[in-house]
């Protein structure tokens, strides 16, 4: 069995009774609830069954589409439907650890210890369901690293993937939240799965951004066929719009956007709605904003997972030559990184 996070509110509402009534049973001990930021959330056994671990990375070299919070926020959904979710910092301005509150981080710990000393971080527990390899400032050496090595290592490119193989049989859905940037850290985390997640701002430069992503993303692919470690097809497995307005050129970017994804085949999600003062709240919180903010943006998350599992995950399970080239999963009792 696995467990499943949702707000008291929306369990409430599951089993048709007042919210109020459902405080109630909590404070009576009735239900098992523990309160993330703001809000009360209910933890409750689900029957899931398995499926192959899947791993994606959040890849874009334009700054400000979200990337980050969009790795905390989407873990999070899938954490709380059940999913075991690692996410791993790749990024030198380890925002996404800073934002979980993770500050006092060993080199060791992170994608570092990996490129210079070929060990394999141990994740950190952070929420239900959820676990994080963290990022450090000198991550930033890894780039000269890489370059001052990739002679003598060339597998050095490759190395974050094979450590993240191993992962799959403990995690579900593990997320690599990459730098803004084109260069070889950018590169060891696009490389490290089953292909992209763009997320891209609603704007002039955040569509300008986006052949520039295509074409580095078919690159990858095309390195990953030619070691035979892939043979999917689009290696962008979804795109999604984020600080949306709601205004008429909005809805205009969105629709030049929606063109662009179109040539190249890769499913659209829900666009989410610009809330500076929400993601501020989740940032001094170190929680995710769906523990921060209102239904709405509750309702928002749930959209995008629901979007998530129909046209990203389950695609990618039923994808031959993708689930075939990964591991086995654990079997039903075996050990995990909770264990």
Known sequence: MKKRILSLSRWAQERGIHYTKAFRMMQDGAIDAQRFGRNWFVIEEVDIPEAPGIILTLFTHAGGAGK????????????????????????????????????????????????????????????????????????????LLVGHLAAQQPDILFRLRYALEKQRNHYDLILVDSLPSLGSLAAIAGLAGDGLLIPVELSLKGLQALPT????????????RRMRLWSGGSFVRGIIPTGTDRTA???????????????????????????????????????????????????EYKALGDWFVKAVLQPLENQEGVVASRTPRLKAGACSPRS
Do not use: C
Not at 90 to 108: I, R
Not at 213 to 224: M, N
Not at 265 to 293: D, H, K, N
């Open 249 to 299: 050129s909005g809805r205009h970017i969105l629709e030049r956007l929606s063109q662009m994804v179109d040539s190249i085949g890769a499913p659209l999600s829900p666009s989410l709605v610009r809330r500076p003062a929400v993601y501020r709240a989740a940032q001094e919180a170190g929680m995710p904003i769906q523990t921060v903010g209102n239904e709405e943006v509750v309702a």
């Open 68 to 143: 980050t919070s969009l790795a905390r926020d989407l873990g999070f959904e899938m954490a709380s439907r059940g999913q075991r979710v690692l996410l791993v910092d790749v990024d030198p301005q380890a925002n996404l650890s800073a934002w979980f509150g993770v500050m006092e981080v060993q080199e060791e710990e992170t994608l570092l210890g990996l490129l210079e000393k070929n060990l394999e971080p141990t994740p950190r527990p952070i929420l239900q369901n959820l676990d994080l390899i963290p990022g450090h400032v000198e991550l930033a050496r890894g780039e």
């Open 213 to 224: 992503v295509f074409s580095i993303a078919g690159r990858y692919a095309d390195s990953l």
